[in-house]
């Protein structure tokens, strides 16, 4: 069945240093999704990815979408301690309409000040 | 987008007792989801509900431990029955937004 792998599971960077996740699934993709979960809260909806080869960006991060849409990864410049958290990645099988998503594992994120 | 109201927000609960969970949107929404995420892991998605219409369970969850309701547009519950510390772990409820999805603000259940 559908998988979406996420790596790596955890990651520690020193505050200004760059991050990344990865996101690789069994299947192609309708499209992909990323969210945010701080400690103790609930995931928060970051960007949604459809077209192959795309590449979109919110400031400090930036999101691809590999040209398969089967691949996908997250990049953070010069991290700073509000970035701390779980990031996940979501992916959908079908439109978003009808879809169910595939989170990945996620990737826990912690910047040291 | 949509806001969703989730209750309880937590809960400590004996084992063999059942406890509902609540989601209220303020709008109304076709389908709502229901997610479990245990402690440190990723999301897995329980059910699917539409309004009028028997839930769809995903593989390994199943209506007589899981019992969903869907009255109206806006609103959905979920069931865990005859609890077991196995079932300690933070339940979410979702609805899809443009491009994406929110999620309630969970809730967080232990089973002792």
């Known amino acids: 069945g559908q998988q979406v792998m996420q790596i790596p599971q955890y990651q520690h960077v020193q505050e200004g240093e760059d991050f990344t996740t990865y996101c690789n699934s069994s299947?192609?993709?309708?499209?992909i999704q990323w969210y945010k979960q701080r400690p103790g809260g609930h995931p928060v909806f970051l960007i949604q990815l459809v077209k192959s080869g795309e590449v979109k960006k919110q400031k400090r991060l930036t999101f691809q979408f590999g040209e398969a849409k089967k691949n996908s990864s997250l990049h953070i410049t010069a991290t700073q301690t509000t970035d701390v958290g779980t990031y996940f990645c979501?992916?959908?099988?079908?439109?978003?309409?009808?879809?169910?998503?595939?989170f990945g594992r996620g990737t826990q994120l912690t910047v040291w000040p | 987008s949509a806001v969703i109201s989730q209750k309880p927000s937590r809960d400590i609960c004996q084992r063999g007792t059942s406890l509902t969970i609540q989601c209220q949107v303020d709008?109304?929404?076709?389908?709502m989801f229901w997610y479990r995420q245990q402690p440190g892991q990723s999301l897995t998605l329980i059910a699917t509900?539409?309004?009028?219409?028997?839930?769809?369970?995903e593989s390994g969850f199943v209506i007589d431990k899981f019992p969903i309701s869907r009255p109206n547009l806006t609103f959905s519950t979920l069931t865990v029955s005859n609890m077991s510390p196995e079932d300690s772990s933070i339940y979410l409820c979702s609805v899809e937004i443009r491009d994406g999805y929110t999620f309630g603000s969970g809730t967080r259940l232990t089973v002792v």
């Open positions: 979501a992916g959908a099988d079908r439109g978003s309409t009808l879809g169910r998503l595939y």
């Open positions: 299947t192609t993709l309708s499209n």
């Open positions: 509900a539409n309004q009028g219409s028997e839930a769809t369970y």
């Open positions: 709008s109304q929404v076709t389908m």
